[in-house]
């Protein structure tokens, strides 16, 4: 079973930047997607990306601020978020697939979450 940990949530101003990791036990399945969930909302994508070739899928809502990179020596992809906003405060998590998604219920594994939020 593919076991995954996010790492390097916590709080920030609007405007400022923060990284994301996610480190993968094994890599087991073919793509990591990141998705947030506010309170109240739904599971949101954000972007997914495959191990092999690099290949990536973006939700629109955040492309050009996002960037999604991966280390396949650490089994990491990282999330890059820029110009960050307070509607960016949610809990983050990333999952594990065969497929680059936009459904959450299409991944296999999941991380516990890192919090992350944006204010002044």
């Known amino acids: 079973q593919e076991r995954l940990v996010e790492t390097g949530g916590g709080s920030v101003r609007p405007g400022e930047s923060m990284t994301l990791s996610c480190t993968a036990s094994e890599r087991a399945t073919d793509a990591i997607g990141w998705f947030r969930q506010a309170p109240g909302k739904e599971r949101e994508f954000l972007v997914a990306?495959?191990?092999?070739?690099?290949?990536?899928l973006y939700e629109s809502s955040v492309e050009g601020r996002f960037v999604i990179s991966k280390d396949n020596a650490k089994n990491t992809v990282y999330l890059q978020m820029n110009n960050l906003r307070p509607e960016d405060t949610a809990a983050y998590y990333c999952?594990?697939?065969?497929?680059?998604?936009?459904?959450?219920?299409?991944?296999?594994?999941w991380g516990q979450g890192t919090q992350v939020t944006v204010s002044s």
């Open positions: 999952a594990a697939g065969n497929y680059m998604r936009r459904r959450a219920e299409e991944y296999d594994y």
């Open positions: 990306i495959r191990w092999i070739g690099g290949r990536t």
